[in-house]
C-alpha cells in the first residue's frame, strides 16, 4: 500500500491554472477521490502542453492508471468521466441513470452555458489581462453579469427547492464543477449572496469540504480575494 502510495503521488499531475474554473472542478474530483497529483500551473499554447492536450486546453490529467501505462485525459468532461470510472470509490455520479444522466447535463451547463453567459463578461477579462500582464481598459458590464448571475441563481434555487444537492440527494460532479466555477465569481466578490439565501446554503455545505480548503487557499497575485471568500460562515 505504502509503495503504490509512492508512486502515485510521483506519478499523477494536473495541468492546470489556479483560478481557472475547470482546473479547479478536475482538483475537486481528485481531492474527493482522495488522489493526490502534482499540480503544474500551465499556460494556454505552450509546448508541454501541446505534447499532452493538442486542442491546447486546460486542465489536462496525466495519470498512470492500475491497467498500466500513461494516459493524458482532456477536456475536463472527460476527466471527469475518466475518474470515476477507473477510481470509483466514492462515486461522484448519482446511483440511477436518469441521475446520472441529470448530472452530466449539470456539468455541460456549467461548462458552455454559465462560461459563456457569466464568467465570459468579467472572469475572463480579468484572468486574461492578469495572465497577459496589462490591466483591463474596457468598461466591465457589471449590470449584464448580474442579471446573468441572477438567472443562473434562480435556476440553481428551482433546483435546490426539489432535492438537497444540485443533481441528486447526495454530492456529486454537478455540485463539484457548479462550486468550482462559482468559487472564481466569489473571489472577485462579485456573488449576490444576500438575494438567494438557498444557494448561499447550499454553497456553504461545499465550500466546508476539505476538498474546498486548497481552492480557498489561492491567491491571485495584484488581486486581494473578496472578505468572505476564505470564510466558511460567510
Avoid at 461548462?111 to 457569466?118: G, I, L, R, S
Amino acid at each position: 500500500m505504502a509503495r503504490w502510495l509512492l508512486w502515485s503521488l510521483a506519478m499523477r499531475s494536473l495541468l492546470h491554472q489556479s483560478f481557472d474554473p475547470a482546473s479547479r472542478f478536475a482538483r475537486l474530483m481528485l481531492a474527493e477521490k482522495g488522489l493526490a497529483a502534482r499540480l503544474v500551473e500551465t499556460g494556454v499554447g505552450n509546448e508541454a502542453l501541446a505534447r499532452h492536450n493538442p486542442a491546447l486546453t486546460i486542465p489536462v490529467l496525466i495519470d498512470e492508471p492500475p491497467t498500466g501505462g500513461e494516459i493524458s485525459v482532456a477536456p475536463v468532461a472527460a476527466i471527469a468521466e475518466y475518474l470515476e470510472e477507473v477510481y470509483r470509490d466514492p462515486p461522484l455520479l448519482p446511483s440511477t441513470s436518469a441521475g446520472r444522466a441529470e448530472a452530466r447535463r449539470l456539468l455541460h451547463w456549467f461548462d458552455v452555458k454559465f462560461e459563456t453567459e457569466v464568467n465570459a463578461l468579467i472572469i475572463r477579462r480579468r484572468l486574461d489581462a492578469k495572465t497577459q500582464g496589462r490591466r483591463w481598459g474596457e468598461p466591465e458590464p457589471i449590470r449584464q453579469a448580474a442579471e446573468a448571475f441572477a438567472w443562473h441563481f434562480d435556476y440553481l434555487n428551482y433546483l435546490l427547492e426539489r432535492r438537497a444537492f444540485l443533481a441528486a440527494d447526495r454530492l456529486t460532479i454537478a455540485d463539484l464543477v457548479a462550486a468550482a466555477h462559482i468559487s472564481v465569481s466569489d473571489y472577485f466578490g462579485l456573488v449576490p449572496w444576500s438575494d438567494f439565501p438557498d444557494v448561499r446554503q447550499w454553497y456553504a455545505r461545499v465550500k466546508s469540504r476539505p476538498s474546498m480548503r486548497p481552492l480557498l487557499a489561492d491567491r491571485l497575485e495584484g488581486a486581494a480575494p473578496a472578505q468572505c471568500y476564505a470564510d466558511l460562515d460567510f
